[in-house]
């Protein structure tokens, strides 16, 4: 299922809390540059999280604009990519820090799939309630939701993150 554009919305933007998320925004940039001023090595730190800030921007902008109900669709497909994303993640990288292998080095940034994980869990977990509410009325109706929070949250600890895989 495609992604579509969400319907003209009944209510607007939150203009108190955009403006309350530029203000902490703000308030980050000047204490990045203030307490790298000093340093010429890390000058370019808050040109690079001004540009962040950029493009959370836009990404937030067009999330805003997509059809929830098509993003909730793609559910399971978010899932599977990331249990695949993990799974490559387990048997490919090398050990780092303290023996955890979690980071995919993309060369202008990492990623860590198991940040992935929860947003496609809630998408597989949104699907799969949405369509089986009759099946939570009995004990044996959660089996299968938990399954699928168990088997993510096993592939996370194995990378071992206790954190990620509790939350």
Partial sequence: MALRRAPEPKQRWDWTLLALTAALCLVGLVLIYSATAAQPELRGLPLRQL?????????????ARLDHQGV??????????????????????????????????????????????????????????GTHRSDLRHFSGLLKPLAIAGFIMLLILRQPDLGTALV
């Fill in 72 to 129: 909730a669709e793609l559910g399971y497909l978010v899932y599977a990519v990331t249990c695949l994303l993990l799974l490559i993640l387990l048997f490919t990288a090398r050990r780092t820090a303290y023996g955890g292998a979690s980071w995919f080095n993309l060369k202008i940034f990492y990623v860590q799939p198991a940040e992935l994980a929860k947003l496609a869990l809630i998408l597989a977990l949104a699907r799969w309630l």
């Fill in 51 to 63: 540009v962040w800030i950029v493009l959370g921007g836009v990404l937030m902008t067009i999330a």
